[in-house]
């Protein structure tokens, strides 16, 4: 396994990957749908994959001497990998703003989604729904990355939507705090958000291993 994540980092991953993981910065943008910048990050995940399909990066990992469930593990540990690091990121701007920047005006201001617990909830599900769509979809078998590519970008604009009217709504204007640090309702939000982002990620590898077993690459 170290072997492959160390192929998949250092052969397979498209350049463009790393530096999408810059979007993670977004979070410090007033007046702008920041929730997009998830979906640039699994965007730029998308493009090594694409690239692995170009040059055929399934078909010679599995003619090493490897399970094809540790070639299937390998894609998903790096996508969580990409992940994790972007979410870090967030998390430390996001922080940033609910405690030293919270009574700034261009964020008290703001009419759109801001950083806060509520935010980072919203980045976990745009994840969950990439590691459910996209990655649940790619290996039936490891070469269809279009559809499924295609069907987590409506559901995750959807949910992006979503997510920026619902601060609209009488009764949930708290979603949109800039000081949520303390906010109870908010944090739950965001531990099932957490919950929905581990256990998708672990039933759609399980599912891809097990669909990917039965795929017959030669």
């Not at 498209?14 to 979007?23: G, M, Y």
């Not at 690239?51 to 593990?73: E, G, R």
Request: hydrophobic share 55%.
């Amino acid at each position: 396994m170290k072997s492959l994540m160390r192929k998949e980092l250092m052969l397979s991953a498209a350049p463009i990957t790393f530096v999408f993981i810059l979007f993670s910065t977004m979070a410090m943008i007033p007046g702008y749908p920041i929730l997009v910048g998830a979906f640039f990050i699994c965007f730029g995940i998308f493009q090594s994959f694409q690239s692995a399909c170009a040059n055929n990066d399934i078909l010679y990992t599995v003619l090493l001497p490897v399970k094809k469930t540790d070639v299937v593990k390998a894609k998903y540990g790096f996508t969580l990998l990409i992940q994790m690091l972007s979410f870090t990121i967030t998390v430390i701007l996001t922080f940033f703003r609910m405690t030293v920047l919270a009574d700034a005006a261009p964020y008290t201001q703001n009419a759109m989604m801001n950083a806060n617990s509520f935010f980072l909830a919203g980045n976990l599900l745009v994840f969950a729904l990439f590691n459910g769509l996209f990655l649940g979809g790619f290996f039936k078998p490891a070469d269809r990355y279009g559809k499924p590519f295609l069907l987590f970008s409506i559901a995750a604009f959807l949910l992006i939507t979503a997510a920026e009217t619902l601060h609209h709504i009488p009764g949930l204007e708290f979603l949109n705090d800039t000081a949520a640090a303390g906010n109870g309702a908010m944090w739950l939000l965001f531990a099932i958000a957490l919950i929905i982002y581990i256990g998708t990620s672990i039933l759609s590898c399980r599912a891809s291993m097990k669909r990917f077993e039965a795929v017959d690459i030669g």
